[in-house]
Nanobody, 113 residues
């Protein structure tokens, strides 16, 4: 199983980025998938998830700005991030759960003020 995260970068406050997490060896269409982030000096936190039943969850700080989705044709998990703020700066990790957690390698998002 491999999860390849991409799409991070440097963006000004108010800008947008779309993160992708391409999965191989495991399907994303019917499994729990999530995005986490870890800012410098802080613990890793859950940002958003989609359950196997399609129920979405967002941490309060990103509600209305981030959207998690699955591209089943490409076996990819997406995170559309709009209206980015400096406090969104972190390394973002994707996770897929099927009998155990599988993690991607992380992609750095830096939001400048």
């Amino acid at each position: 199983v491999q999860l390849q995260a991409s799409g991070g970068g440097l963006v000004q406050a108010g800008g947008s980025l779309r993160l992708s997490c391409a999965a191989s060896g495991i399907g994303v269409s019917r499994n729990y998938v999530a995005w986490y982030r870890q800012a410098p000096g802080k613990q890793r936190e859950l940002v958003a998830h989609i359950t196997s039943d399609g129920v979405t969850y967002y941490v309060t700080s990103v509600k209305g700005r981030f959207t998690i989705s699955r591209d089943n044709a490409k076996n990819t998990v997406l995170l559309q991030m709009n209206s980015l703020k400096p406090e969104d700066t972190a390394v973002y990790y994707c996770k897929v759960y099927f009998t155990r957690n599988y993690w991607g390698q992380g992609t750095l998002v830096t939001v400048s003020s």
